[in-house]
């Protein structure tokens, strides 16, 4: 009975997966399951690659791309045919679909990648403009917490560390406000000491 159960639950499964393919279009990138009931050394996955086409075995370049599963197949068994006796049995289904293209998250080449970390308000990356200064960067950040020490602010560039003191506070800092960033800068804001 357990038996019966499973194996009807597995052609529902089987035929529901087929219906959903059936209206699929392949498009390059998709990685197809083909199956031939005659010999099952030709059985395989294949690639379909960016000019919509794949090779197979004794079918030679098959175009897949833009076309339903039941095409493919189609276009398969004719290719195969010459090679039986009887017209083959051949299966075919999408085992994998390309990565979709990832929307929003391009990245725009007009920006470069600044990080702030520590005590702001949004610690994080920052695509910031080319040109973008030490201030705007902060400003960008949201601005400082009320626990920033800020004649301490850091800005770490490859191996060097500048300081900048927002505060102003008569030492001189190596670096001002208005110091142009470069890709990669990391803006650190320490913690305010106890009696800082």
Do not use: H, W
């Not at 159960?5 to 699929?24: E, F, K, P, W």
């Not at 102003?168 to 110091?179: E, L, M, N």
């Amino acid at each position: 009975m357990l038996r019966t159960l499973i194996g009807l639950l597995g052609l529902i499964l089987s035929v529901t997966v087929v219906q959903a393919q059936s209206g699929y279009r392949v498009s390059p990138g998709d990685t197809l399951q083909v199956e031939v009931l005659e010999d099952p050394s030709l059985n395989r996955r294949v690639l379909v690659l960016p000019d919509g086409t794949f090779s197979f075995p004794f079918a030679g370049t098959i175009q897949a791309g833009g076309r339903t599963v039941g095409s493919i197949r189609d276009a398969l068994t004719s290719g195969l045919s010459p090679q039986f006796a009887a017209e083959p049995n051949v299966y075919v289904a999408v085992a994998a679909t390309a990565l979709p293209e990832l929307v929003g998250t391009e990245v725009d080449p007009d920006t470069d990648a600044i990080y702030v970390m520590g005590e702001v308000n949004a610690p994080g990356l920052l695509d910031a403009k080319p040109g973008t200064t030490l201030l705007q960067a902060l400003a960008q950040a949201g601005g400082l917490t009320r626990f920033a020490a800020g004649k301490r602010i850091e800005l770490r560039r490859r191996e060097q560390v500048l300081y900048y003191d927002y505060l102003r506070t008569g030492k001189k800092p190596s670096v001002g406000g208005s110091t142009v960033l470069v890709p990669g800068d990391v803006i650190v804001v320490p913690q305010r000491r106890l009696f800082e």
